[in-house]
């Protein structure tokens, strides 16, 4: 029963969950390289969106506990505030986790209050950096838009391709991000910040990462 051999060998992966942002603030203004070998510099973390790092860390946890109820093992880069690291840190901590996928967590933030959708990012193509990554990445992408959009009938903002983001260039394993909601939208502020809505998005990462390891 070859259904059943792949979801006892999907069951044994782990699946690193990256809450955005809440690093302390003497860290969180350090620089650090976007890049393995890059002289271009970027802050560890310039903070998110106001309310973002509650509501990542909420979804994340939620992820976590189905994750765990799933059989899959779960590993979190934080867990509260104040961590200690850049976004190569989290990627490092996730590559040296063994992760079969990084799923990092993020809200987005608009000056304009009507703005509002759902998008999610993958590592754009770079020789040296994320060709390694770049297929799997991209397809655990997909997953993410379309089971995040069935789960939440938020707006489709897309898929879109990022070579500037330090925790994508670090990784050396299939990584994708997740914005899950403007916080400067005031309603979809308040979707992101009650228990309902946080528990269809965290179903919806979750069933990406079942769908992305059971082929
Ligand atoms: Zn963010």
Redesign the pocket.
């Known amino acids: 029963m070859p259904g059943v051999l792949a979801e006892l060998a999907a069951a044994a992966a782990l699946i690193c969950l990256d809450p ?2 809440g690093t302390a603030p003497e860290i969180g203004r350090g620089q650090e390289p976007i890049g393995p070998g890059s002289k271009q510099l970027k802050v560890k973390d310039p903070g ?2 106001a309310g ?1 790092e509650a509501v990542a860390l909420a979804i994340a946890r939620r992820t976590r506990g189905l994750l765990l109820a799933r059989g899959y093992r779960v590993a979190m880069t934080r867990n509260g505030t104040g961590y200690r690291g850049g976004n190569r840190e989290r990627a490092r901590f996730c590559n040296a986790s063994g992760a079969a996928l990084m799923i990092r967590i ?2 987005d933030g608009s000056g304009d209050a009507s703005v509002h959708g759902v998008s999610t990012l993958v590592p754009a193509l770079r020789r040296g950096w994320t060709d390694d990554i770049y297929g799997p990445s991209r397809r655990s992408g997909q997953l993410l838009q379309q089971e995040l959009v069935a789960a939440t009938d938020a707006r489709s903002l897309g898929i879109v391709e990022r070579s500037d983001l330090t925790g994508f260039n670090w990784a050396d394993v299939p990584a994708v991000l997740v914005e899950t909601g403007f916080m400067s939208n005031p309603r979809e502020a308040r979707l992101l910040r009650s228990a309902g809505y946080q528990r269809k998005v965290a179903g919806a990462l979750a069933r990406t990462a079942q769908r992305f390891l059971i082929r």
């Open positions: 955005g942002h998110g969106a973002e993020h809200a």
